[in-house]
């Protein structure tokens, strides 16, 4: 155990027990995942890391909460007002796309190690609720065509599942933030919004 850890400030240690999880449940996932493990990569002692977390669930549980919201709060430029509906549009593209370049681990417990478990993945799936509910309303604000109007929904849905495949080889390190936004701005403005290439 690292000397002084004593002396942390309680949300000081509960950060840094959160960061070691995070860690260490996007290298192993969470079957195989210990506290023990995490304990050790947190520098504390196992009794000190239950004292705060009672079981491995809360633990990853509370993992989830926190990237959640850095992960909406990635996302919050996006609804400047002054902003065009285009300049939002890529405004959420890089804030989403550059939360995952520079949390990949976060992203991999967010979107591969949740989903996988029945209990987390609600909370996740909101998250993703909301990613889709701005996307949707981005693309219904920049549309010409009002006979599209039913198809927002279903077309946020689709640009999000393909958003979260081009994240997946962000995270990878196969596509870098902004050649991935560009991509993904081109397939929402050009194809899904509506819009021709010239406008």
Not at 76 to 103: D, H, I, K, S
Request: charged share 25%; aromatic share 8%; hydrophobic share 45%.
């Amino acid at each position: 155990m690292a000397g002084g850890t004593k002396r942390l400030p309680r949300a000081v240690r509960e950060q840094q027990m959160l960061d070691a999880a995070v860690d260490v449940f996007s290298d192993r996932g969470f079957h195989e995942t210990s506290m023990d493990t995490i304990a050790a990569k947190a520098e504390i002692s196992k009794p000190m890391l239950y004292l705060y977390y009672g079981s491995k669930e809360e633990l990853f549980a509370a993992c989830i909460h926190r990237e959640g919201l850095r992960f909406l709060e990635a996302l919050a430029p996006a609804g400047a007002p002054n902003l065009t509906p285009r300049e939002q549009l890529r405004a959420a593209l890089e804030g989403f796309l550059g939360f995952v370049g520079a949390n990949r681990k976060s992203w991999m417990v967010l979107y591969r190690q949740a989903v996988g478990q029945q209990a987390f993945a609600g909370t996740v799936q909101s998250s993703r609720d909301r990613l889709i509910e701005l996307t949707a309303h981005l693309l219904e604000s920049s549309t010409k065509d009002p006979d599209a109007a039913h198809d927002y929904g279903i077309i946020a849905i689709a640009l999000v599942g393909a958003g979260e495949a081009v994240a997946d080889r962000v995270a990878g390190g196969e596509i870098e933030v902004d050649a991935a936004a560009d991509l993904l701005e081109s397939l929402a403005w050009r194809g899904l919004s509506g819009k021709k290439k010239s406008e």
